[in-house]
């Protein structure tokens, strides 16, 4: 079965979808982006990755390009048209085609991009169980990361240092050696008194959706969660440390810069919560 791909209103073959090559995405990196998991035939947490959509795009001042009902519309017929139950769709929305100045064009209209994938549940799963390898990298980033723009240059390079020194995750260390997040994850620690412990949202981190969700599930599962900065050393020193992403939920993370986090295997909080996790988040039938 061919994957398809929607692009503009037409729902295309994916090998033969694109946009033109004026398209702002493409040339500035003018656009925004969400991912959304899809699981046992249910979109996880629709509500809050759209609600988020529409920031990212005002903060942009892009226009809305269609309505949220119509936009739900397209995200359900392209995974049924790729016969996603457990995957993921990305959908993407740029400031439109113009020829290329960096000052808004005047009546572009902004370019929409839906996609749809099946994962691998099991290589998920897997990597939960056994937890990965992280390394930190000073935060080189703009100071407007809480917008979910496509311009990911500084995530690439980080992920790929990570693969390259045979980790996961790259963790993204302020000047002042406080953690910020990972290259596509929240960063969390659980202390020595247990308490959950996160960056706060402000304008340092993006504030994910799973990060949002996670704080339902602790009240679910009676745990304390703070909403305060921490060091590296305070990340070393953690119980547990784990990241959360739409893509991946919930992995335990075992060592930071091959140092070993507790015992060195994942502990049984993230795993309590990954399991949790569904049960809690908002399920919306395709
Ligand atoms: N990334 N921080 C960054 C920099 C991210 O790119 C992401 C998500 C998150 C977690 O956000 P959420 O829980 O809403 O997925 C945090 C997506 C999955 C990606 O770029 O593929």
Request: charged fraction near 25%; hydrophobic fraction near 40%; charge should be positive.
């Amino acid at each position: 079965m061919s994957r398809i791909a929607y692009v503009n209103g037409a729902y295309l073959p994916h090998a033969r979808a694109g946009v033109h090559i004026e398209d702002r995405g493409y040339q500035f990196a003018d656009g925004v982006y969400e991912v959304c998991e899809v699981r046992h035939g249910f979109i996880v947490d629709l509500t809050r990755h759209l609600d988020r959509l529409d920031r990212s795009l005002g903060e942009l001042r892009i226009d809305r390009p269609m309505s949220r009902a119509a936009l739900v519309h397209v995200i359900r017929e392209v995974l049924r048209r790729n016969r996603v139950r457990n995957g993921l769709f990305y959908l993407q929305v740029t400031r439109g085609t113009a020829r290329r100045d960096h000052v808004f064009p005047v009546g572009a209209t902004p370019s929409v991009v839906v996609t749809a994938k099946r994962t691998d549940a099991e290589a998920i799963a897997r990597k939960a169980t056994h937890g990965i390898a992280a390394i930190t990298v000073p935060e080189n980033r703009w100071d407007r990361v809480d917008i979910k723009s496509v311009g990911l240059l500084p995530n690439v390079l980080a992920r790929q240092k990570a693969k390259e020194e045979g980790a996961q995750e790259a963790i993204f260390v302020d000047a002042d050696g406080t953690v910020k997040e990972g290259a596509a994850t929240n960063v969390w620690i659980v202390d020595r008194n247990g308490t959950l412990r996160t960056r706060p949202a402000d304008h340092g981190i993006l504030k994910g959706i799973t990060r949002t969700t996670l704080m339902d599930v602790a009240v679910r599962l009676g745990l304390a969660v703070e909403e305060r900065t921490f060091s590296v050393e305070e990340m070393l020193a953690a119980r547990e440390v784990f990241i959360t992403a739409a893509t991946s939920i919930c992995f335990p993370v075992i060592s930071v810069d091959r140092r070993p986090i507790g015992n060195g295997h994942p502990g049984s909080i993230a795993q309590n919560i990954r399991e949790a996790f569904f049960g809690v988040a908002e399920k919306t039938l395709i």
